[in-house]
C-alpha cells in the first residue's frame, strides 16, 4: 500500500488481562500480562473511492455508537499530522467495528481499539510496524490521560508477556501456564478514575502508595518465578512449590489493589466465595473498581 492510499482492511485483536503489575506499571515495576482471545475486535473497513470531508462526512461507522470514539481518535491523528506540516484527509467508506470486549472490565477494550486503528492507519501514514506500539499507546492517552502501553502491547503482539515502561514487550518463553478462570463481577468502572484514586492516594498518603507499589513489585516478581517453574515441572508431576510462588504474588498484587480502595465490597465477598470453593489465589485484573476475577486452581 502507498502512503496516503486507501484500501480494504480488516483485522481481528484480541482483549487482555493482567496478572500483575496494575498502576505501579506507570512508575517502573514490572507487569505480567497475557492476550485474552476469548474476547477480540474485528475492525474492517471498504473504502468508496471518495474523499471525504475533514469532519469525516463520508465516513459511514457503525455501530453508530462508535462513530464518536472513531471520530474522536482520527481528529487526534490529524491534528498530530497537521502539527508536522503533514496533510491527513479522512478516509471515505464503509467502517465496521464488532467487539465482544466488555468496557470497564479490564480486558482491555480500549487497548484493542487503539491496536486495531493504528494497524488501520499504519499503511496510509507510513507507519512501520517498528512504530505500531508507539503509535497504538499515543492513542490510547486520549482515554485514559497516562497509558503506560502495556495494554497494547500484549493486545499487539498476542502473546504473554512481561513489560517495564519505557522497554517495550519481553516475550514469556513458557509453554505450560496454572489453570486460571475468570469471573465476571458485574461492576464497571472508568480506567482514568481509577488512575486518579491511585494518584490521589500518592498525594495523600505517600507511604501506604509506596508500599501498594512495593507490593504490586513483589507481585511481578514472585509470579515470574514461578510460571517458569511450573512450565519446567513434567506434566503429572508436582506443581506445588510454583503455585504457591503465583498465589503468593497474586494475594500480593491484591493486597495493593486494597490499599489504593480499588476493591468494592461484593467484589471481596465474590473473592471469599472463590477461596471457599477451592481457589488458590484471587484478583482483580485490569485498573480495578470492578470488572473481571481470575482465580488460580491447583
Known sequence: MRQGEWQNFEIRVPGKWVLSGEHSVLRGATAVAFPHPEFQLLL???PSGERASPEGAGLEIQPEWARSVILDLLQMVRDEQNSRGREFHFPAGRLVMESTVPSGAGLGSSAALCV??????????????????????????????????????????????SFVRGRGPTFLQIERFPKFTFHDTGFRASTSECIRRVEHLREEDA????????????????I????????????????????RRVAEGMKSAHEAFLI????????????????????????LTGAGGGGFLVALWS
Open 207 to 222: 507511604v501506604s502508595a509506596i508500599r501498594a507499589d512495593e507490593l504490586m513489585g513483589r507481585a511481578s516478581r514472585l
Open 44 to 46: 474492517r473497513f471498504e
Open 116 to 161: 486495531a486503528v493504528a494497524r488501520w492507519l499504519s499503511g496510509p501514514l507510513g507507519v512501520p510496524d517498528a512504530g505500531i506500539l508507539e503509535f497504538a499507546t499515543n492513542l490510547e492517552h486520549r482515554f485514559h490521560g497516562k497509558s503506560s502501553g502495556m495494554d497494547v502491547a500484549v493486545c499487539a503482539v498476542e502473546r504473554p508477556i
Open 224 to 243: 515470574l518465578e514461578g510460571l517458569p517453574l511450573y512450565d519446567g515441572v513434567a506434566e503429572g508431576g508436582d506443581h506445588s512449590a510454583a503455585l
Open 260 to 283: 489504593w480502595s480499588l476493591v468494592p465490597g461484593k467484589v471481596q465477598r465474590e473473592i471469599e466465595d472463590l477461596y471457599r470453593e477451592g481457589a488458590l489465589a484471587v484478583k
